[in-house]
């Protein structure tokens, strides 16, 4: 194994084909194209297959990366995507979307000495794979067991909670507030990175299993939690996000052309503003943009607007680059595309003119001191360093909390003091009986695999519950 | 689908009623809260408020005026078409209570969205002045139903063609006047809105507003909606659309209800040209 692992480690990573920054830049179709299987082999060739897996480790929901990796380099793809899926039921996303460098590809030994094993890529390889060539044959389902259960939000936890609990014989109904399932796939996440019918196809499986799928129905408001116990339903999970919008609160904030990331995100995403006036939402151009924030939902945000012709996108943050919160491959692909990262400055007021319009900001540059409760410096501003940056469009993207809607309606539901639901991290259960939770309603805004990971915990829980008992 | 069960016109074609079969709303539905309305695929998502329910035949009323591209779409659907998504019921319910002497005041449209509020103030014994207005006698809709809403109906229009010559606020004044007004509920135009507002503020009469800022979702978060209350940011579609009439910052609401002014009427003009070429 010294031997392989020595090669290993000096073969290079087989890079994933993507569009050329300059063309993809103006486009919304995907960035990165896709391996084929020639590129995909070689690839799982560099897998080592150790005995003691540390990117097993780094995955939440604890795929068989080795496994997996094996059936593909023998050719064997339907079992590498039944291996997958044992584990993971959205790898076509995942593979797609998850932080892989922090997780299974941050672990993985190769990595000690060269690039790690694209573990992500390779995941979704096997998907597409599936996606085109599969039978689309669906997996068994157990004998039905006579129990409704609900779900509300389509979200990935949603998601997998739904296609746990038909597979093990249950009746589920998905309720979803907007008029299309998927949850931040499909109205946050951009098409440019996970495209939108990859979402609907995963969707639709659920559908083929049995899944009843109910859109516009905005659980707290068209029906109650309590209601859908009253008429029937035997267990409910509640996946219904982090969908609240924060704004910074400072002066001139509800200029126009000041916009939550939600909102514009959706409008480009949900609603295909991009392709206005074509489709009849609008979204509105800036020529000088500016994003505020530096997670996922900011290179999105700041991507999208390059996409729809601005001239200058920035990206302001109030520390350094090391902080900033997005995937690695996100920043890396929103520089390639032309995008500026501002860092270490901090917007203090908005300026607008006589009709209401936002032409620039005020900002302070900071500079980073102790860390906070947060482990990460602190940033402070530099005194007298106020500067002025022009700017006709800002999308705020500074993060996101729970959204009051359902929750203020559910009393019995006990939250904590963010406003998110208190739930039992090991199984999610709600302090209210038969009712579930999980996803970034519980841990506040977090990640696709995290809010997945939680549903097959509480899946399995109501399962127990709906055959033995609570 | 959310089907079409009856189509009416008003206002000499730029108002259109629909019911639509919707019976999980209807249900639930209180006097004040509104729906989004998606006509088909491609269509925006455009809020209306519910001028009526009929729980029992599961239906919903909207009445809207035709301002742009969207409401055209709306327009030309006919009984047995259907909008692909309603939404609902959003928003909070009007608080009903009674007060005493109650003026209720209607501009436009906002006479539809007035009607079921009128009639929960007056069905719980409040003494309901109602007072409506239009640009002219054709553009006045809903007179009769607003009549049997209200202990007293006052009409006026700006051209004089039907009922007291002038604006909606002089007939206000008189009724205010007149003393005792508990309590004032108006809802139409932005600009009506804020005079009522700054009238009644010298009278010193409670004021409630119902306000119409840019919806995308209408649950609370995308934060297009937000209207600023009192110095305070509310989103219009959980916090309201009702609000206390003279806190809204009326000015800020007109500039961001113009945001997508350019965008709209291109669209809006090019839908027009095609469906007059077919
Ligand atoms: C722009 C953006 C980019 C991101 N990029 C990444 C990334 O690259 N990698 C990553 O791992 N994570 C990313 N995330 C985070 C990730 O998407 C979330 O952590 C994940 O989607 C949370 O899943 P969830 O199922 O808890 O909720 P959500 O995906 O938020 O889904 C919740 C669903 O519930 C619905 N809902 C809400 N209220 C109600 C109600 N009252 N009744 C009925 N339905 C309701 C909502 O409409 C929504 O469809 C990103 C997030 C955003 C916003
Ligand atoms: C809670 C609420 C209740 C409403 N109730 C009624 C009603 O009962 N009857 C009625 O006639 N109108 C009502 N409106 C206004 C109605 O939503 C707009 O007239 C409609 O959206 C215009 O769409 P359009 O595409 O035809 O016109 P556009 O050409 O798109 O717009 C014309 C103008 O309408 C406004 N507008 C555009 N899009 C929206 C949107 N998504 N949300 C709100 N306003 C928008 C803007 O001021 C815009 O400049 C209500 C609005 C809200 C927020
Ligand atoms: S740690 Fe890396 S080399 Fe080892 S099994 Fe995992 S992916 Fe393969
Ligand atoms: S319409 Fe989106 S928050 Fe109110």
């Not at chain 1, 150790?50 to 339907?78: E, H, N, R, W, Y």
């Not at chain 1, 203090?348 to 900002?363: A, H, P, Q, S, V």
Request: proline share 5%; glycine share 12%.
């Amino acid at each position: 194994m010294a031997e392989k692992a020595a090669k290993n480690t000096k073969n290079p990573r087989i890079a994933m084909p993507e569009q050329e920054p300059k063309v993809r830049a103006r486009n919304f179709l995907e960035v990165p194209t896709g391996y084929t299987v020639k590129m995909a082999q070689e690839e799982a060739a560099r897998c080592l297959q150790c005995k003691k897996p540390a990117c097993v480790q780094g995955c939440p929901v604890g795929v068989d990366i080795p496994g997996f990796i094996d059936l593909l380099s023998q050719g064997d793809m339907t079992g590498a995507i039944r291996n997958l899926w044992s584990k993971n039921a959205l790898p076509a996303v995942c593979g797609r979307v998850c932080p892989q460098e922090s997780q299974c590809e941050g672990l993985c030994i190769v990595g000690r000495k060269g690039e790690p094993v694209a573990i992500g890529n390779l995941e979704r390889f096997c998907a597409d794979y599936e996606r085109e060539n599969g039978t689309g044959e669906l997996p068994p389902k157990a004998e039905p067991t006579g129990k409704k259960v609900a779900v509300v939000g389509s979200g990935p936890s949603g998601l997998t909670v739904a296609g746990d609990l038909i597979v093990k014989g249950h009746d589920v109904t998905i309720f979803e507030a907007f008029h299309k399932p998927g949850g931040v796939l499909v109205y946050g996440i951009p098409e440019f990175r996970l495209p939108k019918a990859i979402v609907a196809q995963e969707v639709n499986f659920l559908e083929r299993l049995g899944v009843k799928v109910e859109c516009n129905a905005v659980v707290g408001k068209t029906v109650s939690i309590q209601e859908l116990l009253d008429e029937g339903f035997d267990a409910v999970y509640i996946g219904v996000g982090a969908g609240l919008p924060r704004f910074m609160n400072i002066p001139g904030e509800n200029l126009v052309g000041i916009l939550s990331a939600n909102e514009y995100l959706t409008r480009a995403n949900l609603m295909k503003a991009y392709e206005y006036p074509k489709v009849d939402t609008p979204i509105p151009k800036g020529k000088n943009v500016t994003v505020l924030g530096a997670g996922n939902v900011a290179m999105d945000a700041a991507r999208t607007a390059m996409r729809l012709g601005a001239e200058k996108v920035r990206v302001v943050y109030r520390r350094s680059r090391e902080e900033m919160p997005a995937r690695a491959a996100e920043i890396h692909h929103a520089e390639e595309e032309g995008i500026e990262l501002f860092l270490l400055t901090n917007p203090t007021k908005y300026i607008g003119d006589e009709n209401g319009r936002l032409t620039g900001m005020e900002c302070l540059k900071m500079e980073l001191g102790e860390p906070d409760a947060s482990g990460r410096r602190r940033p402070v501003a530099i005194e007298g360093s106020e500067f002025h940056l022009e700017t006709d469009l800002c999308i705020v993207a500074v993060g996101s909390g729970a959204n009051p809607l359902l929750t203020a309606e559910t009393p019995d539901i006990k939250l904590n003091r963010w406003g998110n639901i208190d739930a039992d991290e090991a199984n999610g259960k709600t302090t209210m009986r038969g009712v579930w939770a999980g996803g970034d309603i519980v841990t506040g805004a977090a990640t696709v695999i995290l809010a997945m990971g939680a549903g097959r915990a509480a899946a399995n829980s109501m399962h127990d519950y709906l055959t033995l008992g609570w | 689908m959310f089907k079409i069960v009856r189509r009416e016109e008003m206002a000499e074609g730029t108002v259109i009623l629909n019911e639509i079969e919707a019976p999980l709303i209807a249900k639930k539905a209180k006097p004040g809260q509104f729906v989004i309305l998606k006509a088909n695929e491609e269509g925006e998502r455009i809020p209306l408020t519910m001028a009526d329910t009929d729980p029992e035949k599961g239906t919903i009323t909207i009445i809207y005026m035709v301002v742009g591209k969207s409401t055209a779409i709306f327009r030309d659907l006919k009984v047995g078409d259907g909008y692909q998504d309603v939404i609902g019921p959003l928003g909070k319910a009007t608080h009903i209570e009674k007060v005493g002497k109650v003026i209720c005041v209607g501009g436009g449209t906002g006479v539809a969205v007035l009607h079921p509020i009128t009639r929960a103030l007056k069905e719980i014994g409040n003494d309901v002045t109602c007072i409506i207005g239009a640009r002219n006698k054709g553009l006045l809709i809903m007179e009769e139903q607003m009549k049997d809403a209200s202990n007293d109906l006052r009409v006026c229009t700006d051209d004089g063609s039907y009922g007291h010559h002038g604006f909606v606020t002089e007939v206000m004044k008189e009724v205010l006047e007149g003393g005792d007004v508990k309590l004032v509920v108006a809802i139409g135009p932005v600009p009506m809105m804020k005079a009522v507002s700054n009238i009644t503020k010298d009278y010193d009469v409670p004021t409630m507003v119902s306000l119409n800022p840019i919806m995308v979702d209408g649950t609370g978060m995308c934060g297009g909606c937000r209207v600023t209350i009192g110095g305070e940011t509310k989103f219009a579609c959980v916090d309201g659309p009702e609000f206390d009439g003279h806190k809204v910052d009326y000015d800020e609401l007109m500039l961001r209800l113009r945001a997508y002014q350019e965008e709209e009427k291109k669209c809006h003009d090019e839908y027009c040209t095609i469906r007059d070429a077919n």
